[in-house]
C-alpha cells in the first residue's frame, strides 16, 4: 500500500515568489492535516480537511497561505508571497475518518525562502 | 498554555546499550500521548499512543510509561541498534479535539558503533 506522499521533498524560492506544495494521503483516508516545523521549534498543526471540507484551519499563521482539497483526494498549500519564516519542512499527514489518531505522515517538503 | 518539553535534546549512545527519553506536558485536557520515531527526510512514524488509564505500552525494544498525575512520560529503548538514530517526539493530543496535537521538539539520538 503506498503511503502519504508528497511533491516536491525539496523547494527553493525567494521571498516575494509563489509556492505550492502538493499532498496524495493514502488512498480512502478521509482525514487530511497539513503540520510544519520551522527551524528549531516543535511541529505545529496547520489545517485538517474531511474530504474536501476544512474542519479546521486555525493554525494557519495568516493569510498568505491556502489550503485546497478539491474532489477530496489531493491537497495543495499555496504560499503567496512566500517570506523568509515561511522556511521549514511541511508535513501532511492523513488518518481513516474513524481513527484520527491513527495519522501517518509524509516525508515533507523542506522550503527554503531566501 | 499547553505545552510538551521533553529531555535531554540530544543523546549519544554506544550500539547495545539501554537509553530513558523524558517527556512532560502540560497539556489540559489530555486524550492520549504518542511518541513518534523521525528520521532524517522522513515524516514521523508511530511507535506508541496511550490514553489516560494506561501507564504502559510496548512495541518490540520500545517501551513507553504514562504517569497522568504528573503529566510524565518516558521511552525506554532496550538493547539499542544503530537503526534507532533518529529524532523521538512526544506529542499529547487535546481532549475533545479531533486532531489537535501538541508536539514536543523531540531528542536527537545517536547511536554510535
Known amino acids: 500500500e503506498a503511503g502519504v506522499t508528497q511533491f516536491p521533498s525539496h523547494s527553493v524560492i525567494e521571498k516575494g515568489q509563489t509556492v505550492t506544495l502538493r499532498c496524495d494521503p493514502i488512498s480512502g483516508h478521509d482525514n487530511l492535516y497539513w503540520y510544519r516545523r520551522v527551524m528549531g521549534k516543535e511541529i505545529k498543526f496547520l489545517l485538517h480537511?474531511?474530504?474536501?471540507?476544512?474542519?479546521?484551519e486555525s493554525g494557519m499563521p495568516n493569510n498568505r497561505f491556502l489550503a485546497e482539497r478539491t474532489g477530496g483526494t489531493y491537497s495543495t498549500l499555496k504560499v503567496q508571497p512566500a517570506e523568509l519564516e515561511d522556511s521549514g519542512v511541511y508535513f501532511c499527514?492523513?488518518?481513516?475518518?474513524?481513527?484520527?489518531?491513527?495519522?501517518?505522515f509524509g516525508p515533507g517538503t523542506r522550503l527554503t525562502v531566501t | 498554555k499547553n505545552q510538551v518539553e521533553q529531555s535531554p535534546q540530544s543523546l549519544i549512545i554506544l550500539e547495545g546499550k539501554n537509553c530513558t527519553l523524558q517527556c512532560n506536558y502540560t497539556v489540559s485536557p489530555f486524550s492520549n500521548l504518542r511518541w513518534y520515531k523521525q528520521d532524517t527526510g522522513r515524516g514521523p512514524v508511530s511507535l506508541t499512543i496511550?490514553?489516560?488509564s494506561e501507564n504502559t505500552k510496548s512495541n518490540g525494544r520500545y517501551t513507553a510509561t504514562l504517569d497522568a498525575d504528573t503529566k510524565q512520560s518516558s521511552l525506554h529503548i532496550t538493547a539499542s541498534q544503530l537503526s534507532d538514530s533518529a529524532s523521538y517526539i512526544c506529542?499529547?493530543?487535546?481532549?475533545?479535539?479531533?486532531?489537535?496535537?501538541?508536539w514536543g521538539a523531540g531528542t536527537k539520538l545517536i547511536i554510535k558503533p
Open positions: 480537511f474531511v474530504k474536501e471540507s476544512k474542519q479546521d
Open positions: 506529542v499529547v493530543s487535546v481532549f475533545g479535539s479531533n486532531y489537535q496535537l501538541i
Open positions: 496511550m490514553t489516560f
Open positions: 499527514a492523513s488518518s481513516f475518518r474513524d481513527r484520527k489518531y491513527e495519522q501517518y
